[in-house]
């Protein structure tokens, strides 16, 4: 069986103290209490210190990355568009400056697999370079496991 994971990553307009990023700060901790109480959700990632996570992984500490487990990209899509998570999502241009790169992808994973940076990383960089395929997509294509599991017969 196999579970859906996503990365995404954004660079912010201001160092996190800033006055600039206060209510995405302030509302940080409410939006990941509703993704972990929403249906599909797995698991997330938790930092003590994102900004040594960035830098150490993407090379910038100016990002913000979130990667998260679902249980499908249905139940993901739910809670991106369809739950109070978007009036923040619709905010974004406050706090985050636009990235040129793909900076968010989906992947599938083996239903106890835990992903790391390092393949999020791999997955983006993937995305970036060879377009949406069965092994890195974002919601525009919304490939099923069927989709992966053959993809991956195939290469």
């Not at 913000?64 to 487990?69: F, T, Y």
């Not at 991106?80 to 978007?86: E, G, L, N």
């Not at 009036?87 to 636009?98: N, V």
Request: glycine share 2%; hydrophobic share 40%; aromatic share 12%.
């Amino acid at each position: 069986m196999y579970h859906l994971a996503q990365v995404n990553i954004a660079k912010t307009l201001a160092p996190m103290e800033d006055p600039i990023m206060a209510d995405f700060v302030n509302n940080l901790d409410r939006i990941n209490t509703l993704a972990e109480s929403s249906l599909g959700f797995v698991w997330r990632l938790e930092s003590d210190d994102d900004d040594t996570v960035a830098e150490t992984v993407f090379g910038d500490n100016s990002l913000v990355i979130n990667m998260s487990v679902w249980k499908s990209i249905d139940d993901l899509f739910n809670f991106t568009y369809k739950s109070d998570h978007v009036e923040i999502f619709a905010r974004r241009k406050e706090w985050f400056s636009k990235i040129d790169s793909m900076h968010m992808v989906c992947w599938y994973v083996k239903q106890d697999h835990i992903p790391t940076l390092e393949e999020a990383k791999h997955r983006l960089e993937y995305v970036n370079t060879h377009g949406e395929t069965p092994f890195a997509f974002t919601f525009k294509r919304k490939y099923s496991v069927d989709d992966y599991l053959n993809h991956n017969l195939n290469t």
